[in-house]
């Protein structure tokens, strides 16, 4: 996503001096000219009547820019949704967010939910490699026991739990070392990735960056939703720590007070990067940006209803509370292929209102049971 990472190597920034060249690389530092954070944009949140007036406002335009062509049915339980970002206008080169939906691997009640959301010039590479990974490696039954076994859910519990969840953070190691040997340069590239695995009545969710998922219950006639991932900012005092141990600071631009804080070398003025984690940012692993995810485990019942996973195109401007009412009454109805529409075009119109510029937006709903 540009706002995170600038991938215009030609754009100059008097802020921020001129271009260098990494050493041992040959590779020109970009300068960073990050796009301005909003500085008089609202977050949507529907907990109270001004919330609601708004969200019919957005909801009921009689103007659907969205006009997604679905591979999924009118009512279904899950939808996968991507829509690629605009700038000044202009729709992105590239939509450097990808997904990942497995459903009922090897038979059984196992999923896979992921969002990558790339940053840099080649940050729709880099997603697009690590969403490869996952579909390969998460089906293949040898990571999980010997050929010879018959799988379960219990061996695959097992062998994702297993040692504090070795596989899992091997899973992204591989991810990080096959990045810095592909073909495509990642020093000024990355990408998050959060995974949801479902295996049976267990929820583990792996994440590095800022891209979110949620899981929403229902007591009573409440709906009520909790965190599975907490975004990954470098302010936060543990990041901090890292970050500032490793040769790095945490600052912000000059040129954008109210924006995020960003990672940059000492006495430098690159990478940039406003996420703690990721996968890639070989300039960003430099200076204390990590790969290894964070992970929650929980275990759900009956009460459980769904779970989204998405890219901070939805994020920026939503929020949990916000999310799961707009979702809820598409629940009821079995419509997860309406209810991606509807929050996408939500999260297009919020961009629309606050600036030229609109993320790339991606969103993964699954619904269990009623």
Sequence with gaps: MNKKNSPNRKTSNKKFGT????????MISPPVKPKKHPKNSKR???MDNNGYKEFDKL???KEDKTKPDSPYPP???YAQYTKTGKIEGNLKDNNQDSAVLLNNIFDLDYCVYAIMDGHGFNGHFVSQLVKKNIEEYFTKKENY???SETISLDIIKHALKKNDYTQIKKFYKKCQDDLLDSTFDTHFSGTTCVIVFKIGNTIICSNVGDSRAMIVKKN???FLNEKLSEDQKPENPKEKERIEANNGCILKCDDDPDGPWRIFQ???KFPGIAMARSLGDEVGHS???SYEPEIIEKTIDNNYKYVVVASDGIWEFLDNDAAMTILNPFFNNEDAEGAVRAITKIAIKKWEEDDNYQDDITIILAFFNK
């Design 287 to 289: 200076c204390g940006v």
């Design 59 to 61: 909801y009921n335009s």
């Design 44 to 46: 949507l949140t529907l």
């Design 266 to 268: 000492k006495g430098e």
């Design 75 to 77: 009512h279904s339980t």
């Design 19 to 26: 271009n260098k060249i990494l050493p041992n690389t040959n």
């Design 220 to 222: 009573n006639n409440d």
């Design 145 to 147: 026991c010997k050929n």
